[in-house]
């Protein structure tokens, strides 16, 4: 039995600027951090043949092409197992939750696969195979930013230049600086989980009509970076505040009248900013706020449920490798 430990990550700031109609002509970048959240996958030998893979489903079946469960399917083709395995996925946060699940269980189950086989494989080569899978194979309308924060974990610079070409850099700061910005953000479950496709479609149809706004959101993840290695944490706050306003801007469902009623009731009792992390429209929220007064933004959103969370410095290990 092999076990498989993938973080789950909240975007900062820069999300958008990684769709590749955006960064292969503009350049792009994003502030990102990995969380202790998780996508556990396990993999294991079956006595027979078949392929069993086991999710909120259960599937039996003879042959990869017959897998319904697409991530899963295509992991197996990139690896080329066959036969005889059984897969699972488990997550600590429902799919379709803006946490960047489905990236997570990709970049999860390929590590689980080449583990099996005994391959060693690096971050790079499976934030790679990853998004090759979920952009490239399935045409899904997403960014590549997931795929390499699940891979690599930490807070990351992540650059996404126009030769195609991604640097993904740790953003060194002290333990006692990580510990402040962690206590300074709070994530505040909406009730509403949804496919983020609809308004990422919007959002990537939109992009040459909103390359200004696009502009301007990478710009803020640069700043974003450069405030946070100062030590200005509150920076990030009303960086948050202001590139929430921008990102609104590039899909109609990125917000709406509860999502817009929810972060004014958190800043009027005293957070700095937030945004709805991931594709928006429901999901976690996020918020940056100053620790006098986390009590107060805690109570006026007591009808939500808030998730504890910490920062992630590892991303996908194999916590379990078992071998008869």
């Not at 092409?65 to 488990?90: C, K, N």
């Not at 946060?93 to 005994?118: F, K």
């Not at 993904?168 to 505040?188: G, M, Q, T």
């Not at 301007?216 to 974003?224: D, H, P, Q, S």
Request: proline share 2%; hydrophobic share 40%; glycine share 10%.
């Amino acid at each position: 039995m092999i076990v498989i430990q993938t973080p789950l990550r909240v975007s900062l700031f820069g999300g958008g600027t990684d769709f590749k109609s955006f960064y292969l002509s503009e350049g792009g970048c994003v502030l990102t951090t990995a969380i202790n959240k998780y996508v556990f996958v396990t993999i294991k030998q079956r006595f027979d043949d078949k392929l069993r893979v086991g999710y909120t489903r259960t599937e039996i079946v003879d042959t990869v092409t017959d897998i319904q469960h697409e991530l899963i399917r295509e992991a197996f083709r990139t690896t080329g197992i066959t036969e005889a395995v059984e897969i699972t996925t488990m997550g600590d946060i429902p799919a379709g939750s803006g946490l960047g699940s489905s990236s997570a269980v990709t970049v999860g189950a390929l590590h689980a696969m080449h583990t099996y086989l005994n391959h060693l494989v690096t971050a790079e080569q499976l934030a790679q195979e990853a998004c090759e899978i979920e952009i490239e194979t399935l045409h899904k309308p997403i960014g590549i930013q997931d795929q390499y924060i699940a891979a690599y974990g930490g807070i990351r610079f992540i650059e996404f230049n126009s030769t195609g070409q991604v640097n993904c850099e740790r953003v060194a700061i002290s333990p006692k600086l990580a510990s402040r910005l962690n206590e300074n953000l709070l994530l505040f479950f909406t009730g509403v989980t949804r496919s983020s496709s609809t308004i990422l479609g919007e959002q990537q149809n939109n992009i040459q009509n909103r390359l200004p706004v696009l502009r301007k959101l990478r710009e803020m993840a640069v700043i974003a970076r450069q405030e946070l290695q100062r030590g200005n944490l509150d920076a990030i706050g009303l960086l948050l505040d202001e590139s929430w306003e921008f990102k609104k801007q590039l899909a109609s469902g990125i917000s709406n009248s509860s999502i817009d009623e929810v972060y004014h009731r958190a800043k009027k009792a005293g957070a700095l900013g937030g945004k709805i992390t991931g594709a928006g429209g429901g999901g976690f929220l996020l918020l940056y706020c100053p620790l006098q007064y986390r009590d107060s933004v805690r109570v006026a959103l007591s009808d939500l449920r808030e998730l504890p969370f910490e920062l992630e410095p590892n991303g996908s290990s194999v916590i379990l490798n078992h071998r008869h």
